[in-house]
């Protein structure tokens, strides 16, 4: 029975999808906060009255944020919102609930306190609190509000470049990977063959810092030729030709592992923009761009049929003390893994079915002396 290797200490950490953790944590201080209220023991007209009067001041909060960013979209009818006033208005009010509620909040508001001038000149006031904290920039999204609405929107630039990766160069390539991969197998047959290691071995550095040259990157990676190649026509170029490098990877025992692998090029889009100015991109911000572009591309794949069994993705992390040969180490642990699959399909394989192949000494043929049609069997039935 083979061993199974040993993750290396330095094994990246991807993050999840965020999860409703958030909401089930507000019901539960809501919960907290009606316990408390109901432990108190406040009058119930004047309790709410004032939470009618909270929501009021919230709602307002919405509507004059709304109109302050529709004072700007109306600049902008043409080139976002083609031309309607009405489509700019439901963009700058989103939820067009916030009116009625407003309404509703006062109406009971008055019912209870039985002054109408009391709660206009309390709405001035709320007015006036909120006017000054959108005037000072103080109530803006944190940095875990954006980072959630930009994923579950699926408009960052790690979910574009992703999709981009994938239809415009795995969904071609891949599906003739084993292909590929079974033909060099013919052509050199003193070579060891593993079939699960019949994959693009796609790296992804979170660094994003690529090699053009997997040599220079490590001594111990020695390209050894290019596997067939796939031409097509693409987007008007004819004749476009997508190929992939077989290497050998020489681990501590001075063992050769043979496998086709190449970085995710677009990371180098990422790296490019964490250093140009203009992007405006942190190196904190490329590190959770590259995470989240592993995440995504891992989704797209594992979702696409015409992939299966056709790629492995190896993010990594380099450690600042990483050794020269850290590059080779992560490859040759993720072959071994793969071997090591092999070998426990194998063991668990059911043992072959004997053949249904009959030959003439296992038939027993009952055949009547009599030319008429007898029956096969001797109870008489």
Known sequence: MAREPRRPRCAPLIPRARGGRAQRAGFVLLGLCAGALLLAGQPLVPTARSLAF???????G???????????????????HHGSFWRALSSCFPPHWHGPMLLVCGSAYVALFGDGQQLGLHLILASLCQLLILALGLRKPSAVEMSEMSERSKQNVAHGLAWSFYVGYLKIVLPRMKKSMEEFSRANPNLPACRKTWKLHILVPLSCDIYDDLEKADSKIQY????????????????????????????????????????????????????????AFSREERLEQAKLFYRTLEEILRGSKECADTYRLIAYEEPEEAGTHFLSREIVWHLRQEHHEEIAVLDQSPPPSPSTALDSSELNLQISVSDLPQPLRTDGF
Request: hydrophobic share 40%; glycine share 2%; with cysteine.
């Open 54 to 60: 909270h929501f009021a001041t919230l709602q307002t």
């Open 62 to 80: 919405e509507l004059l944020k709304g109109a302050c960013y529709l004072a700007e979209e109306i600049f902008h009818l043409d080139s976002r």
């Open 224 to 279: 050894v030729t290019d596997l067939t190649e796939t031409t097509l026509a693409r987007a008007g170029i004819k004749k476009r030709v997508y190929k992939h490098s077989l290497y050998a990877i020489t681990d501590e025992e001075n063992q050769l592992w043979h496998c086709a692998v190449e970085y995710a090029t677009p990371l180098q889009t990422l790296y490019a923009m964490s250093q140009d100015e203009c992007a």
